[in-house]
């Protein structure tokens, strides 16, 4: 999943799903490892998975195939948004088109911002 653009659709069965930005671990993780700040560690590998929305419900079941319906024009994967990106990568995603979760255009925002 770390390599799924950011916008990319995808279809499960019946299911319809966006990728929306990375599914990042938290200091809980950290507490649960006993190990003082490895969910920093882990999320600067980049081996993050990604958190979808739902554009159309529906049943899926273990093994059905993933396809991928829709492929946004930039090149901002999962991994890129958890180990930093430039601000020339973002303005790319912010001119995509692609509809971006409101955390992912602030953070897009503020990287441009800064140049």
Known sequence: MSGALIGEVWRIADVL??????RTPCENLS???????????FNATGRVGALLKVLS????AAGDPITVEDRPDHDITVADLATGVDAGQMQRLLDSGVPLARSVRAKAQRV???G
């Open 31 to 41: 507490l649960r490892m006993n190990f003082d700040r490895f969910h920093v560690r």
């Open 57 to 60: 419900p529906g049943t899926v």
């Open 17 to 22: 799903l966006a990728v929306r930005m990375p």
């Open 112 to 114: 441009v911002a800064r």
